[in-house]
C-alpha cells in the first residue's frame, strides 16, 4: 500500500491538527482541514498558521492539487480562501454541505445572497468518489455523525478522519450539534475500522486525555479496536449510544463555534460586507 508523506501542523489555541499530504513520486499535494486564527474578544483573523503551511510547502516546491475539508468545523475557522489565493488547488468537502447549509444558514438567518447548494466549493464529495494527489489515489468515506457532512479521506495507507475519532485514550467525537446523530456515528466508525489494521489515522484534534503530558496527532486502526475508551471491539452500537448521550450532555459548547460555522460553512468566506463597507458575525441569542 502506497504511504503518502505526511507532515502535520497543530494551533494549540484550538487543538486542531492541519495536514500537508505528499505523493511520495512527485511534488504534488492536498492541504486538510487549515486554520485560520481569530481572535473572538477582538474581532481579528490573523494568517500565521496558514504561513505556516505557505512556507513549508514553498520551501519543498511542492504543488497544491486540493485542499480538502473533513467536515464544517465548529472550533476554528478555515483559512482555504487564503490558501487558495496564495498556492492555488481545488476545494472540496463532502456533499451533505448542502444539509449542513440549511441548517445553519437559517440557525444565522442568511439571507438570499448565501447559496445553500454548496458552490462555494470546487468538489462535493460522495461516498466511493476517488480524486488524484499526483500518483496517489484519495478515496472518500461519507463516515457522518458528528455532522451530516463529515468524510474520511483515505489516501494510500492513511486515513483523515476529521472528529469523528480522537487518541484512543480520548475517544470519539460529540453528536449533540444540529445533524449531529451518535447512532449514526458508531455505523461510520465501523467503515473506518474495517480499514486495514495498520492504516493510519491522521486526526483532526486532541485533546490530552487527563494522564497524558503530549500531544498526538497519529494512531493506527488496531489501536483504536483494541483500546479506543469509548469505541473498542465488543462495545455494541446501543452502548455506544448510550454512552454518547449521557457525555454530549455534560459538554459545553465549543468557544468558536459560532464564528467558525457561519464561516465555514461558506467555504472559510466572511459574510458579505454590509452597507457601511463592514464585515459582521452574528451571535444568536438563546438559540442553541
Known sequence: MTQPIVQHFFDEPTNTFSY????????VCAILDSVLDFDYAAGRTDVRSADEIIQY???????????????VHADHLSAAPYLHEKLGGKTGIGAKIIQVQEIFGKAFNAGTEFA???????????EGDTFAIGSLEGRVLHTPGHTPACLTYVIGD????????F????????CDFPGGDARVLYQSIQKVLALPPET????CHDYKAPDRDEYQHMTTVAEQRQTNVHVHDGVSEEEFVKMRAERDATLDMPRLILPSVQVNMRAGHMPSA???????????????
Not at 20 to 27: E, F, G, H, N, T
Not at 200 to 203: A, C, M, Q, V
Open 57 to 71: 510547502i514553498q520551501a519543498n516546491d511542492l504543488i497544491v492539487e486540493w485542499i480538502l475539508e473533513t467536515h
Open 158 to 165: 492513511a486515513a483523515f478522519v476529521g472528529d469523528t475519532l
Open 274 to 288: 454590509e452597507d457601511n463597507g463592514q464585515v459582521y458575525l452574528k451571535v444568536p441569542v438563546n438559540l442553541f
Open 167 to 174: 487518541m484512543p485514550d480520548y475517544g470519539t467525537a460529540r
Open 200 to 203: 493510519r489515522i491522521f486526526l
Open 116 to 126: 445553500r447548494d454548496g458552490s462555494q466549493f470546487d468538489r462535493l464529495f460522495e
Open 20 to 27: 500537508v499530504v505528499r505523493d511520495p513520486d512527485s511534488q
